[in-house]
T-cell receptor, first 113, second 114 residues
Framework: GENVEQHPSTLSVQEGDSAVIKCTYS??????FPWYKQELGKGPQLIID?????GEKKDQRIAVTLNKTAKHFSLHITETQPEDSAVYFC????????????FGKGTHLIIQP | DVKVTQSSRYLVKRTGEKVFLECVQD?????MFWYRQDPGLGLRLIYF???????EKGDIPEGYSVSREKKERFSLILESASTNQTSMYLC?????????????FGPGTRLLVL
């Protein structure tokens, strides 16, 4: 089934700097790659997603890139702000015989003032 | 806005008890999912349902069952709770599987089994 690896597990950046989180996946048939942000005490919320027919997608300070050949995708956050502090999860379709998402283990992003 | 609600934010149960976790969505979504979230392991899919009375096993179904009698409601059942089922349980829903639509999550239920 699908396997999603996510790095790093913890990322600390200065406010205003950029943050990059990287994921790799194993199932070449996967075609949908969402990113979720989970704040303390809340469920994950979708922040951006990309489908396999595009290589890059941007929404204000957030962008996602996809390299299907290498089977990896990345989340880029520019001009980081304190409210960006959270746990971020990447995910991919497929795997395990189910149509649910396969998630990475998460990245705890800490924005230092 | 899509709203997914879960019946409890916190639950404490004893080993061997039968536990019901309830999830309700208000957007007429076809698909509903149950995940568990553990530190260092991320989110893992337990079961999902793409229609009323339909269910499919996810990656870790052992020790769990589900029920979907109505479109808006999806229940997770622990027939005999064990301490290794202490976890955060997250319910999600989405409109269409085929189009890989966005999954919307509830706030989670933190279950402690003593």
């Amino acid at each position: 089934g699908e396997n999603v690896e996510q790095h790093p597990s913890t990322l600390s950046v200065q406010e205003g700097d950029s943050a990059v989180i990287k994921c790799t996946y194993s199932d070449s048939a996967s075609n949908y790659f969402p990113w979720y942000k989970q704040e303390l005490g809340k469920g994950p919320q979708l922040i951006i997603d990309i489908r396999s027919n595009v290589g890059e997608k941007k929404d204000q300070r957030i962008a996602v890139t996809l390299n299907k050949t290498a089977k990896h995708f990345s989340l880029h956050i520019t001009e980081t702000q304190p409210e960006d502090s959270a746990v971020y999860f990447c995910a991919a379709t497929g795997g395990g015989g189910a149509d649910g998402l396969t998630f990475g283990k998460g990245t705890h992003l800490i924005i230092q003032p | 806005d899509v709203k997914v609600t879960q019946s409890s934010r916190y639950l404490v149960k004893r080993t061997g008890e039968k536990v019901f976790l309830e999830c309700v969505q208000d957007m007429d979504h076809e698909n509903m999912f149950w995940y568990r979230q553990d530190p260092g392991l991320g989110l893992r899919l337990i079961y999902f349902s793409y229609d009323v009375k339909m269910k499919e096993k996810g990656d870790i179904p052992e020790g769990y069952s589900v029920s979907r009698e109505k479109k808006e409601r999806f229940s997770l059942i622990l027939e005999s709770a064990s301490t290794n089922q202490t976890s955060m349980y997250l319910c999600a829903s989405s409109y269409q599987i085929a189009a890989r639509e966005t999954q919307y999550f509830g706030p989670g239920t933190r279950l402690l089994v003593l």
